[in-house]
């Protein structure tokens, strides 16, 4: 078995931290925002033992885990990059039943281009930050779009979501006039 390495990057939200594995964990992403919906994965179960994380997220090589604010990243860094460590050469499970993730867009035209614009442009970008963008409809010109792991409740993510995401759409799907998140 290959030596599992990990290690750690900051993202854009001061609450969430980065943590890469040099292996493909899952494909796609799947959050777990809450101690309730981890249940259903033994890797975010394990995670929310400890009393400082607030959320789980898992994309390709990466875990985002999101902090309590009393927490210190200088405190808890270190115990969590052993903890993924270990998790990940013991082949604990991110999810119980594995979902075959075959990427399918549904909707008219217009909605699969919104679609197909997000996932190839920019899903990998908010991937590099630790997050995930799902798309949620399209009504009225408006793109509604979820955002989870770092990108929800980060400072920055409306700045990216208008200047970012709006200008790229409105540029390649004309009926775009804007983009909207919904709260998760």
């Given at each position: ?164 995401i709006e200008g790229l759409l409105k540029r390649m799907v004309p009926e775009v006039e804007e983009v909207v998140a919904e709260a998760m």
């Amino acid at each position: 078995m290959a030596t599992i390495n990990v290690y750690t990057e900051s993202t854009p939200n001061p609450s969430t931290m980065k943590f890469l594995v040099n292996k493909l964990l899952i494909n796609g992403s799947v959050d777990y925002p809450d101690r309730e919906k981890a249940q259903e994965s033994p890797f975010a179960r394990e995670l929310f033992k400890f009393n400082f994380v607030n959320g789980v997220f898992f994309a390709s090589n990466f875990v985002t885990i999101t902090k309590t604010e009393d927490a210190d990243w200088s405190d808890i860094e270190a115990l969590l990059k052993e903890f993924v460590k270990g998790a990940v050469e013991s082949e604990l499970k991110i999810q119980e039943i594995a979902k075959d993730e075959e990427i399918t867009f549904d909707g008219t035209d217009v909605e699969i281009k919104i679609q197909q614009v997000l996932h190839d442009y920019v899903r990998p970008a908010v991937e590099q930050d630790g997050g995930a963008i799902a798309y949620k409809s399209f009504e009225n010109g408006t793109v509604t779009v979820e955002l989870r792991g770092s990108c929800s409740g980060c400072p920055s993510s409306t700045i990216t979501l208008k200047a970012g995401i709006e200008g790229l759409l409105k540029r390649m799907v004309p009926e775009v006039e804007e983009v909207v998140a919904e709260a998760m």
